[in-house]
C-alpha cells in the first residue's frame, strides 16, 4: 500500500512539473551553436611519416583534415594552405600552396534544433621525397599555415519606448544589459549594455572580443598581419530602425566600418534615434543584429627525421 501511494504521488508531481513547463513556455530555442571554433585543421596521421630516407628512394605525402566547426561559410578560394619550415628544393620541390578543393560551409543549427556539422575536407599535397644524400640523420620540421576569411553573427534585443521618462508597468527595460546570442567564431560580441540616451534616443555599447588563439587580420590581405591590417575587424550593426549612428567604426557610414582591437578588445557606441520611427504609441522590443568578417591565420606543425641511408 505504502509503495502504491509513493507511486500516486511520484504521477503527480511529473503532471505539475509539466503543467507548469507549458505554462512558461518552454525552455527557449538556442540560436547558435556558440563558442569560438572556426576552421579546424590538423595532420593526417602518418602523413607525413615519422620517418623518411634520404636518396630519394622514399616518396611521401603530406595530408591535412580541414572541418568547418564554425557557423560561417567560407568559399573555397577564401581559404589557403601553405607548407613552410624546409626547403622545397631539399625534397623534390612539391606544390607548397592549396586551396581545399571543395566549399567549407559552416555548421549550424536546423529548424528542429538538431547540430548539423560544417564542411570535412582531405587537403593532399603529394611528391615529397627527399632526393639529396645526407651526412647523417637530421630533423626537419613541416609547418603548415592555414589563412581564411571568417565572419561572426551576434544578435540581442533592445528596449524600445514610446515614452523614455515613463518606467512602470513596461514591456521591457531600457537600462540594462543585455544578453547576447553569439555564433561559432574567434570573434565575440560580449557586454552589450542599453541606457536611455535622450528625450527620444536609446543608446547602447559593447565590446568586439578576440577570443581565439590564431593571428587576427584586414579581410581579404592574405593574412597581412602587418600595420595597417593588424588585428582589424569589419562590423555592421543593423537595428532595422532608421536614425541609428554609431561611433568607433572606421572607413565606412554610420552603422558599418572597420575597427581595430588593442589588448583584444575594442568597444563600439551607438545611439538609436526614435523620434524619426512611427511608434504608434507602442512599446517593443527590436532585435539588433552585429555582423562582421576578418581574416584568420593558425599554423600546426610536425617534424620529420630524415635518415641516412647507408650504402
Given at each position: ?70 557557423e560561417f561559410d567560407v568559399p573555397k578560394e577564401k581559404v589557403k594552405v601553405s607548407l613552410k619550415g624546409f626547403f622545397p628544393g631539399d625534397f623534390n620541390t612539391p606544390n607548397t600552396t592549396k586551396n581545399p578543393e571543395e566549399n567549407m560551409d559552416r555548421s549550424y543549427i536546423d529548424s ?200
Amino acid at each position: 500500500m505504502k509503495k502504491y501511494i509513493i507511486a500516486i504521488m511520484a504521477m503527480a508531481l511529473l503532471l505539475l512539473a509539466g503543467c507548469k513547463s507549458s505554462s512558461t513556455g518552454g525552455t527557449r530555442a538556442k540560436a547558435f551553436i556558440g563558442g569560438t571554433q572556426a576552421l579546424s585543421f590538423d595532420f593526417v596521421e602518418g602523413s607525413p611519416p615519422p620517418e623518411v630516407f634520404d636518396g630519394g628512394n622514399f616518396p611521401f605525402d603530406v595530408t591535412l583534415n580541414i572541418q568547418n566547426k564554425g557557423e560561417f561559410d567560407v568559399p573555397k578560394e577564401k581559404v589557403k594552405v601553405s607548407l613552410k619550415g624546409f626547403f622545397p628544393g631539399d625534397f623534390n620541390t612539391p606544390n607548397t600552396t592549396k586551396n581545399p578543393e571543395e566549399n567549407m560551409d559552416r555548421s549550424y543549427i536546423d529548424s528542429e534544433g538538431n547540430t548539423i556539422p560544417g564542411t570535412v575536407t582531405f587537403l593532399s599535397f603529394p611528391g615529397f621525397n627527399f632526393l639529396g644524400k645526407l651526412p647523417a640523420n637530421n630533423q626537419f620540421n613541416i609547418r603548415a599555415e592555414l589563412c581564411y576569411n571568417y565572419g561572426f553573427t551576434a544578435a540581442t534585443d533592445i528596449c524600445v519606448l514610446d515614452d523614455l521618462t515613463q518606467f512602470n508597468d513596461l514591456v521591457c527595460t531600457v537600462n540594462e544589459k543585455k544578453t547576447v546570442d553569439s555564433s561559432s567564431s574567434p570573434i565575440q560580441i560580449e557586454n552589450f549594455l542599453e541606457n536611455v540616451a535622450g528625450t527620444d534616443k536609446v543608446g547602447f555599447n559593447f565590446d568586439v572580443v578576440h577570443r581565439g588563439a590564431g593571428l587576427l587580420s584586414k579581410q581579404d590581405t592574405q593574412c597581412n598581419d602587418d600595420q595597417p591590417n593588424k588585428d582589424k575587424v569589419f562590423v555592421q550593426v543593423d537595428s532595422g530602425l532608421p536614425g541609428l549612428t554609431c561611433s568607433g567604426l572606421a572607413d565606412g557610414n554610420a552603422t558599418s566600418g572597420f575597427v581595430t582591437l588593442f589588448g583584444g578588445k575594442r568597444m563600439i557606441r551607438c545611439t538609436q534615434d526614435t523620434s524619426g520611427a512611427d511608434l504608434q504609441g507602442q512599446d517593443f522590443e527590436k532585435k539588433v543584429t552585429i555582423t562582421g568578417t576578418f581574416g584568420y591565420k593558425e599554423h600546426k606543425q610536425r617534424d620529420i627525421l630524415v635518415k641516412h641511408a647507408t650504402g
